[in-house]
């Protein structure tokens, strides 16, 4: 069983900076893409950011030129730092891995637990 486990957010002061972590535990024989999603209540989840196994990177529009993915693939890691916070940026962000447990398996998306980050005026 494949299980992404994150960590880091918190409580970040409006124009300051966190980093996201991921990581997934058990095994999994490869992965397609990586990213982080965030939900706001009464609205869906949207997406952040993206990276691919060759590392190109994708960006939701209030993401770009502010936030940056990365992956470190020999650990099954996502990142992603947050720069320039603002309280649009709060919400809940989940990481998803897409990926399989062996070579004749579907790719699966397997979600994190979601991580709380708040950014205060």
């Known amino acids: 069983q494949v299980q992404p486990v994150q960590s880091g957010g918190g409580l970040v002061h409006a124009g300051g900076s966190t980093r996201l972590s991921c990581a997934a535990s058990?095994?999994?024989?490869?992965?397609?893409?990586m990213g982080w999603y965030r939900h706001v209540p009464g609205k869906q989840r949207d997406l952040v950011a993206v990276i691919g196994a060759a590392g190109s990177t994708s960006y939701g529009v209030s993401a770009k030129g502010r936030f940056t993915i990365s992956r470190d693939s020999a650990k099954n890691a996502v990142y992603l730092q947050m720069n320039g916070l603002n309280p649009e940026d709060t919400g809940v962000y989940y990481c998803?891995?897409?990926?399989?447990?062996?070579?004749?398996?579907?790719?699966?998306?397997?979600w994190g637990q979601g991580t709380q980050v708040t950014v205060s005026s």
């Open positions: 058990g095994s999994i024989f490869s992965i397609l893409t």
């Open positions: 998803k891995i897409v990926g399989r447990t062996s070579a004749v398996d579907a790719f699966t998306s397997y």
